[in-house]
């Protein structure tokens, strides 16, 4: 796609066209106390000499630290072919392209993308990606407020197994809609959702249940009763999983009687490397009965005029640049470039390859657990089976061991959970994934054992 | 010239709404509004039982270039939608005025039609 800006000329065209006087103008609909006008706190402009140095001398304080962090982020293997494709021209693009159309190959990447997802998932249908994990729970959310009719509140229940950081950010996009979070407790012995706290709720009316698997914990919820008890209380589901895990773990599509109903979750362990943060992508499939409540782009394989095979964007009337304020979601955007790098990266694990990932995965983490649990002062906090993490409780000061870990051992230890669950206090989130060795296992050990 | 009968009301924007012999009305759009979506392919139907305002969104229709929004012309309780709708939108693209109607109000207060245009007036609208 060629980049060819607008003329001075243009644009007054263009304008004058639509009846319009001035680019502003266009703008009229956001409230004037709403814009920011000029972006005060962004610094002034450095070269590419400047911005090149800066960026070298930060990634260097990175280090190659050995990690058994997880929380939301996992370091898997990712073979040299996936970047090596992903970065080819023909595919190095953020976006859907804009005349999509025209961009045959891209959309059927996506297509095999979503064709995989939905395979994996056990559900009829996926969109071709969400911004991140955290954002597509807000989707699912919002989503599942409209598709379920039956529901007069604008109530959620969500458990507090679910990941802290998707609940606050699912609580910024939503809470100026009208929708309520209620959060459900876990119990302290198993590490799972409360059923019997979430049983109190049976006779309110909630739009929608959230089922986390694995949960933050690394525990595994009981899926099943939990989903059957959001359909027999006249609640949608709403599963957030990791989409490794459903390699080796029942998908959600077959949990309980019917599946759930809408499955959501983050996206990087299938083939993107670990950032601060990102760029990951996020991912929702559904039910076939729910798909014109989904946001986002899905894409579509049909026939053009002469019999020929192609794709197209499909379900686009209530996209945002058809429906503008009333799009079914105006935050969504897909990350092509990541869903891009999982095509190929479940392209070339293929089911058996990630179901051995998975399963390597979750038995490092036991082997992990059961070093450190010989180390005296450490116990696991929770009886729940495990996918690839384990909360761990140790007799010593948490932070600064972790501190310590990072910073003369080069090893990155896990996450302390206490800023998130106050009861939790000197916990260790730790993950092992298919990447860590013995060596690595024992190492963190002994250091560790040092320490304490 | 567009079809519009007239034994019924329309609003500006391009629903039209007919007054039955029990005194509740029916709730379509024009022929014109029809045309200009093109080929329907999902209608989202109001729920039974919910009370709208004239002038409030209760309805969607989808084609496949636009989504547009059905608003209630008058005030009141709807109290029964054209379920054949759910597997066959074309029924608005082929009978808009009959088969296609899209679901029945129990007005609060009947009058409210009379500020609705009538088919001169919603032909002279859409003329210009």
Not at chain 1, 322 to 331: D, P, Q
Not at chain 1, 386 to 406: G, P, Q, Y
């Amino acid at each position: 796609m060629p980049f060819i800006p607008h003329s001075k000329l243009d644009t007054e065209q263009m304008l004058s066209t639509i009846g319009v006087d001035s680019i502003d103008d266009l703008f009229d609909e956001i409230p004037l106390s709403l814009r920011c006008n000029e972006l005060n706190k962004i610094p002034q402009g450095l070269s590419e000499m400047e911005v090149t140095r800066l960026m070298r001398e930060r990634a260097s304080q990175d280090g190659r630290p050995l990690c058994f962090l997880g929380a939301g982020a996992y370091e898997h293997h990712i073979p040299a072919a996936v970047w090596e494709l992903t970065t080819r021209g023909e595919f190095y693009s953020a976006y859907t392209p804009y005349q999509a159309e025209a961009s045959q190959g891209t959309l059927q990447l996506l297509y095999e993308y979503q064709s995989m997802m939905a395979s994996l998932m056990s559900m009829d249908v996926s969109n071709a990606s969400l911004y991140d994990g955290s954002s597509a729970l807000a989707e699912a959310v919002l989503m599942a407020v409209r598709a379920n009719r039956q529901s007069k509140s604008k109530k959620i229940l969500l458990p507090s197994t679910i990941n802290p950081v998707y609940r606050q950010v699912t609580h910024a996009i939503v809470k100026n809609q009208g929708i309520e979070l209620v959060e459900v407790p876990f119990d302290p012995v198993t590490g799972k959702t409360d059923q019997s706290a979430l049983r109190q709720y049976s006779a309110e009316d909630f739009a929608a249940l959230v089922i986390p698997q694995p949960n933050f914990f690394g525990v595994l919820e009981d899926v099943d009763v939990l989903t059957q008890w959001a359909t027999s209380n006249k609640m949608l589901s709403i599963a957030v999983v990791n989409p490794m895990a459903m390699a080796l773990l029942k998908p959600p599509g077959e949990w309980g009687e019917a599946g759930v109903d809408i499955v959501c979750g983050e996206g990087q362990p299938l083939g993107a490397p670990l950032a601060s943060g990102g760029p990951y992508f996020g991912f929702m499939c559904c039910q076939q009965k729910h798909v014109r409540q989904m946001p986002g782009r899905i894409i579509g394989r049909t026939t053009d005029l002469d019999g020929k095979e192609g794709f197209t964007l499909t379900l686009q009337a209530r996209e945002q640049h058809i429906r503008r304020s009333k799009a079914t979601s105006n935050i969504c955007t897909n990350q092509g470039l990541l869903v891009t790098a999982a095509t190929i990266y479940m392209s070339l694990l293929g089911p058996e390859g990630l179901k051995k990932v998975a399963l390597n995965s979750h038995k490092n983490t036991q082997l992990l657990v059961q070093r450190l649990e010989q180390i005296k002062g450490v116990k696991r906090v929770f009886s729940g089976s495990n996918f690839h993490e384990c909360v761990l409780v140790l007799e010593a000061d948490v932070e600064k061991i972790i501190a310590s870990l990072a910073k003369d051992h080069h090893i990155l230890a896990g996450l302390e959970l206490s800023k998130y669950y106050p009861n939790l206090t000197n916990s260790l989130l730790v993950c092992a994934t298919e990447t860590r060795t013995e060596q690595d296992i024992e190492h963190f050990a002994v250091t560790l054992e040092k320490l304490l | 010239m567009a079809n519009t009968p007239d034994d019924r009301k329309y609003a500006d924007s391009h629903e039209w709404a007919f007054l039955e012999d029990d005194g509740t009305i029916r709730v379509g759009i024009s022929d014109h509004a029809q045309e200009l979506l093109g080929d329907l392919v999902f209608v989202e139907l109001p729920e039974v039982g919910r009370t709208v305002g004239k002038g409030d969104e209760c309805s969607v229709v989808e084609s496949v270039k636009a989504a547009s929004d059905i608003y209630s012309p008058v005030s009141g309780e709807i109290i029964a939608v054209n379920d054949s709708l759910e597997d066959e939108p074309e029924l608005i693209n082929q009978a808009a005025y009959d088969e296609g109607w899209i679901f029945v109000i129990q007005p609060v207060d009947e009058s409210e039609l009379d500020e609705l245009l009538d088919n001169d007036a919603y032909l002279g609208s859409i003329e210009e």
